[in-house]
């Protein structure tokens, strides 16, 4: 009887198992691969361990705006832009969590417009969704998520099981494949001119007093975790004609301060980086590929001048891929 029901269970437990495995491989296979735009999981981790010398974090403002490429060619400083749309600092405290397990940068930047961000954005089914599974994205899933959105982001069938039929067996075998690391380091370019940039500079919406403490108080979480891993960490705005109105960004500067962060506005500086609004800049908001550039060699003298950032040592293997990605943005 004994052996009987032991069986049984054994069967059930196979049965489980089998059932998990199929799950995942149908949701890996399913779900549309994620390579730009923010949320590039997938490529972060497949940099070697400990390589990185800075995390950049924030919104669609870091992944168009900073090319770790360009930067290495000035400087030979590594780094990584693991940043996503309209991303929440709830959501961005656990990508720091979940990005320190398998790098230990010398500078934490977070681009910090998220700070007059709504509690919920639109893109948290990309920003926690496409986090590797564990403890960081239930984190994410259950503080820093919408309720009506955590079955899915559970499990990636509920969203995304209707595009079987737009899978094909390439595209199947491509999804199943480790993930590996390319020429972008996170960032995502953008062309174009906009062409009302002369109306501007833009002053965005304020947030309500608690929404923006609320944001204050994630912020504060991400201090806390950079102290605690001795990570040191600045707070930064962009050079942008999309601005978080003046006396906000005063307010901002005291908070920021007693929180005992160092904290950059160069949301009106557009000449340190000879960056020409009526030429750089794609929208309101976000510089396009011209104007990114210039930001980032102009960031890469920031980096090593004003905070004497230096490269650290790196495997033949590592450097020849980082110099690819460089030469890259020359071609």
């Known amino acids: 009887m004994k052996r009987h029901l032991w069986k049984e269970g054994a069967a059930v437990l196979l049965f489980l198992l089998l059932a998990a495995l199929l799950i995942s491989v149908l949701s890996a296979v399913l779900r549309p691969a994620r390579v730009d735009y923010g949320a590039v999981w ?77 509690r919920y954005q639109d893109y948290t089914q990309v920003n926690v969704g496409y986090m590797p599974f564990g403890l960081n994205k239930l984190g994410a899933i259950f503080t820093a998520s919408e309720p009506e959105l955590r079955t899915g982001l559970l499990f990636d069938l509920y969203f995304y099981h209707s595009r079987w039929k737009e899978i094909a067996l390439a595209g199947a075998a491509q999804a199943l494949q480790p993930p590996h690391t390319d020429l972008l380091k996170g960032y995502t370019a953008v062309d174009g001119i906009f062409e009302e940039i002369a109306s501007g500079p833009f002053t965005r919406e304020s947030q309500p007093r608690e929404v923006y403490e609320e944001n204050l108080s994630d912020l504060a979480k991400i201090a806390g975790l950079c102290r605690e891993r001795q990570v040191p960490l ?40 000879g960056i020409q609004p009526e030429l750089h800049f794609y929208d309101p908001g976000h510089l396009n590929r011209e104007g990114a550039a210039r930001f980032s060699a102009w960031l890469g003298g ?30």
Not at 243 to 251: C, G, M, T
């Open 42 to 118: 997938g490529p972060y981790l497949a940099e070697p361990e400990d390589s990185l010398d800075y995390l950049y974090l924030g919104s669609s403002y870091a992944y168009c705006d900073v090319d770790p490429a360009v930067i290495y060619g000035e400087t030979g400083l590594t780094g990584y832009v693991l940043a996503g749309p309209e991303q929440t600092l709830s959501q961005t405290y656990w990508y720091l969590r979940e990005a320190l397990e398998t790098q230990s940068p010398s500078l934490v930047v977070l681009e910090a417009s998220a700070l007059e961000f709504a």
């Open 234 to 273: 600045i707070v930064v705005f962009h050079p942008t004609y999309s601005q978080i109105a003046p006396e906000d960004r005063a307010a901002i500067r005291e908070d920021v301060a007693a929180l005992g962060v160092p904290f950059y506005d160069w949301s009106e500086d557009m000449d340190s980086a």
């Open 302 to 331: 920031f980096f090593t001048g004003e905070l004497g950032l230096a490269p650290r040592p790196q495997d033949p293997e590592n450097t020849a891929a980082w110099s690819l990605a460089a030469q890259a943005r020359q071609g």
